[in-house]
């Protein structure tokens, strides 16, 4: 019987593409920002959200964004005051948001505790039809705000004093990259988890820039690394009945690998060209590094 046939598949695979277009879209202003463990810690500030929604009886999905967005406010008003300040209020924000998700989950009892692993890993059987809508409805979100502001976050991603001679708020611009990083780890909970939603927004970045460093190709190779580690990898973990955040991971690791090796041949192409760049005109002539 096709893996097609299962309406719970079905949704999972919805999820997982979703996950694979969204997550190298935030992932290229992350690792542009070099703020690439940002997705990990809002993973952890969106637990507690989870925590929160098992003991008063909320739905997880639209509890972890309320906590996640909220989380995102408060560590970028922090760091706008003071970059140090800033770093120390993320690492406690973070190493609260897990302590509160397990504590919430505790004190909620019953089979929370185990509901909380298909959080934390992912789960194939538990992508309701109401999350769908939700990760729809978020994901919509996200590229209509990227359409509208995504020229103003990439240059205050790429230079902030630059972006505030254009007139770009970059307070804003970083509360705004920051809350769509926590709206894309919501996103990818339910497929990817919590704990490795991280990997899916930086990985296939990592891997695109094997081969290019425009910043616009570096993304649709993003998304293409995205979608096939997100959507295969979910296939994979039905087949080896694995949870599915670490076949995508897996992946997507081994995608980032095949980049790798393409590029060493390219980059030896690219050589002679650079050489040749190198070579300073000069009176007509050109003169080369001794």
Known sequence: MSLLSYDFMQRALIAAALIGLIAPLIGVFLVQRR???LGDGMGHVALAGVGIAFLVGTAPVPTALAAAALGAVVIELIRARSRTAGDLALALIFYGGIAGGVLFTSLAGGKSSTALNQYLFGSLSTVAASDIGWLVVVSLIVLV???VFGREIFVMALDPDVARTQGIRTTAMSMLLTVLAAFTV?????????LLVSAIMIVP????QQLTRGFRTTAVIGVVVGELSAVLGLVSSYYLDAPPGPTIVFLALGLFAVCALIAVPVRRRRAPAIAAVAAVPHGGRQVTAP
């Open 205 to 208: 970045i990592a891997a695109s």
């Open 145 to 147: 705000v990227l359409a």
């Open 186 to 194: 919501v996103i990818g909970m339910r497929t990817v988890g919590l």
């Open 35 to 37: 703020l690439a463990l």
